[in-house]
T-cell receptor, first 115, second 113 residues
Framework: AQSVTQPDIHITVSEGASLELRCNYS??????LFWYVQSPGQGLQLLLK??????LVQGIKGFEAEFKRSQSSFNLRKPSVHWSDAAEYFC?????????????FGRGTSLIVHP | DVKVTQSSRYLVKRTGEKVFLECVQD?????MFWYRQDPGLGLRLIYF???????EKGDIPEGYSVSREKKERFSLILESASTNQTSMYLC????????????FGPGTRLTVT
């Protein structure tokens, strides 16, 4: 069975500082990996995705993530955080599970940005 | 711009009531999903549908049912609401081929008293 662990429930950073949100996955084959963001009062929006190829993927809003197979990780990064990045971030892993490809979501990391 | 809309942002119901949550998408997507979001638990899949009148149970279907009579509309039904169903409910849709790339509605926060 596939699973996702986001070890940090909350992360606090200052505006302008760099950011890294951690994600570890468990999956028996090559996973499809995703990061979603949920701004306050909104639904989730896809930030970026990894299927294969280059292990460093670029997403929207200046985010990037790196797939490291040896560490079963897919950490999200941003070099300089803006106040508008304060949101809930969800990592997800997809792949065949019981015949479907529906992703499994992590429990989320809440990002707090201090001015 | 793609859009998934949910009929209510906030809903308050009494224990034992029958509750309908409606979701409409305008992207002609084949797949639609209902999730429940609780603090510390992330998103949990309740039901999904890959075609009109087709449905599959997700991870936590107990106490819920769904209906998909038209391609653009997917309803979640709480037959007899209970306080432990107080939660945020999120609807999503995707194409048949890219089930992992989901488009979400803004959510319905349901309180059962």
């Amino acid at each position: 069975a596939q699973s996702v662990t986001q070890p940090d429930i909350h992360i606090t950073v200052s505006e302008g500082a760099s950011l890294e949100l951690r994600c570890n996955y468990s999956y028996g084959a090559t996973p499809y990996l995703f990061w979603y963001v949920q701004s306050p009062g909104q639904g989730l929006q896809l930030l970026l995705k990894y299927f294969s190829g280059d292990t460093l993927v670029q997403g929207i809003k200046g985010f990037e993530a790196e797939f490291k197979r040896s560490q079963s990780s897919f950490n999200l990064r941003k070099p300089s955080v803006h106040w508008s990045d304060a949101a809930e971030y969800f990592c997800a892993v997809g792949g065949e599970s019981g015949g479907s490809y529906i992703p499994t979501f992590g429990r989320g990391t809440s990002l707090i940005v201090h001015p | 711009d793609v859009k998934v809309t949910q009929s209510s942002r906030y809903l308050v119901k009494r224990t034992g009531e029958k509750v309908f949550l409606e979701c409409v998408q305008d992207m002609d997507h084949e797949n639609m999903f209902w999730y429940r979001q609780d603090p510390g638990l992330g998103l949990r899949l309740i039901y999904f549908s890959y075609d009109v009148k087709m449905k599959e149970k997700g991870d936590i279907p107990e106490g819920y049912s769904v209906s998909r009579e038209k391609k653009e509309r997917f309803s979640l039904i709480l037959e007899s609401a209970s306080t432990n169903q107080t939660s945020m409910y999120l609807c999503a849709s995707s194409t048949r081929e890219q089930v992992w790339e989901q488009y979400f509605g803004p959510g319905t926060r349901l309180t059962v008293t």
